[in-house]
């Protein structure tokens, strides 16, 4: 009875484990599942690495007050950087493609992330991103190039062609990365070599 009881509770911890993984992007219920068997089978200290990783996470992680970027010091170590290019700012949807665009090591300038796209399907309007955060980044300021890095699809196009048009009356070039990315493409797959065309043939919008 006592083995009954135990099985039984720890199957409810595994299928509780398994449940908290199928919410995570790309993890289906089988994956789930195998994942949460694994961790029962590994060592106590390996869990504790992982829970403790989570919670740090989320303890330390935060956005950057000027770009939106995540980081755990405001500002964020490329807007606290003076070796950057300070006249350029490269809006993308996701703290990823930053990292995605950072391992090219084409671009110095600074970054502005939305945190989203505009998609009237999905009811993300111009106010659910970080829109006006950059707008306002933007007026008085010395930029002079604004790159419009959202994704290719069509809320990444509807996007940048909304960017651009409030960006333009601001007396600030406007480019957009170059075709050289196939639509529908995420920016955070791409690969270096794409990413680096696109920078390099961005054209004005
Ligand atoms: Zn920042």
Same mark, same amino acid.
């Given at each position: ?8 509770? @720890? ?26 068997? %694994? ?41 606290? @950087? ?17 990292i995605a665009i950072e391992h090219t090591g084409i671009y110095t300038g600074l970054y502005h992330v939305l945190h989203g796209a505009i998609s009237p399907t999905e009811g993300i309007g111009t106010d659910s991103i970080r829109i006006k955060e950059v707008i @306002? ?35 600030? @070039? ?8 196939? %639509? ?22």
């Amino acid at each position: 009875m006592a083995d009954k009881q135990f099985n039984e509770d @720890s199957a409810d911890a595994i299928s509780h484990l398994a449940g908290e993984f199928n919410k995570l992007p790309g993890i289906g219920p089988k994956s789930a599942q195998r994942i949460a068997f %694994f961790l029962m089978r590994s060592s106590e200290e390996q869990g504790r690495q992982l829970a403790e990783a989570i919670l740090s996470l989320k303890e330390k992680v935060k956005l950057c007050s000027i770009c939106f970027n995540v980081t755990e010091t405001d500002p964020c170590r490329i807007c606290a @950087s003076v070796q950057r290019d300070n006249s350029r700012i490269c809006i993308v949807e996701q703290p990823q493609d930053i990292i995605a665009i950072e391992h090219t090591g084409i671009y110095t300038g600074l970054y502005h992330v939305l945190h989203g796209a505009i998609s009237p399907t999905e009811g993300i309007g111009t106010d659910s991103i970080r829109i006006k955060e950059v707008i @306002s980044r933007l007026t008085d300021s010395d930029v002079q190039e604004v790159i419009l890095a959202t994704n290719t699809n069509l809320e990444g196009e509807q996007t940048a062609m909304y960017l651009g048009k409030l960006i333009q009356p601001l007396g600030i @070039s406007v480019t957009r990365l170059a075709r050289g990315l196939p %639509f529908g493409t995420e920016l955070e797959y791409a690969d270096d070599v794409t990413l680096s065309r696109a920078f390099e043939g961005r054209q004005t919008f």
